[in-house]
């Protein structure tokens, strides 16, 4: 079993709609949990992140975390063809290694 | 804002050859850096963990011999990819951690080389 598990889709979704992505992991270590989005050809960069259980909101983007299921989740609203990427979620103990999931290739079309 | 360079961003050598990579930390100090490989439509694959002045650490399943990494500044740190087989055409990211200063989440990735071996 991986440590973050992630369904790599593709997400196909109209411009404007809300969207969905999500997480599981199964280190009840994990302290930190982040998201990070990768356009093609690019490095990721972080997006978000969140320390231990809870939300946190920043403009248009909102990143969940429960840790009594293990779940990780991000909410993009209002999304944009800009927003089409891939999106990582990561979580870490505190310590050097980040652990990444296989990331959801998300399309928003026009 | 951190920020992480890599050089070359894209680089086709021959089977056989060696191939250098650079990963460099414009505006903080490294005291970490780590080494990604990334397949097409795949993750990140941890290749190894180096600090600075020391030996790398590598991944199980990683050669070391034929990934050769130094970090020897706070500010650069190499990846030679040695003998390169086309199996080694991959896109390889590095990224950065600024500890203990920075916090445990911030890791500032470069922008990738992507290494095609004819």
């Known amino acids: 079993q991986k440590e973050v598990e992630q369904d790599p889709g593709p997400l196909s979704v109209p411009e404007g709609a809300i969207v969905s992505l999500n997480c599981t992991y199964s280190n009840s270590a994990f302290q930190y949990f982040m998201w990070y989005r990768q356009y093609s050809r690019k490095g990721p960069e972080l997006l978000m992140y969140t320390y231990s259980s809870g939300n946190k909101e920043d403009g248009r983007f909102t990143a969940q975390v429960d840790k009594s299921s293990k779940y990780i989740s991000l909410f993009i609203r209002d999304s944009q063809p800009s927003d089409s990427a891939t999106y990582l979620c990561?979580?870490?103990?505190?310590?050097?290694?980040?652990?990444f999931g296989a990331g959801t290739r998300l399309f928003v079309k026009a | 804002g951190a920020v992480v360079s890599q050089h070359p961003s894209w680089v086709i050598c021959k089977s056989g050859t060696s191939v250098k990579i650079e990963c460099r930390s414009l505006?903080?100090?490294?005291?970490?850096m780590f080494w990604y490989r990334q397949f097409p439509k795949q993750s990140l694959m941890l290749m190894a963990t180096?600090?600075?002045?020391?030996?790398?650490?590598?991944e199980q399943g990683v050669e070391k011999d034929k990934f050769l990494i130094n970090h020897a500044s706070l500010t650069l740190s190499t990846l030679t990819v040695t003998s390169a087989h086309p199996e080694d055409s991959s896109f390889y990211i590095c990224?950065?951690?600024?500890?203990?200063?920075?916090?445990?989440?911030?890791?500032?990735f470069g922008p990738g080389t992507r290494l095609t071996v004819t």
């Open positions: 990224s950065a951690r600024d500890l203990p200063s920075g916090n445990s989440y911030e890791q500032y």
């Open positions: 990561a979580s870490n103990t505190g310590g050097f290694k980040t652990i």
């Open positions: 180096s600090n600075e002045g020391s030996k790398a650490t590598y």
């Open positions: 505006d903080f100090q490294a005291t970490t």
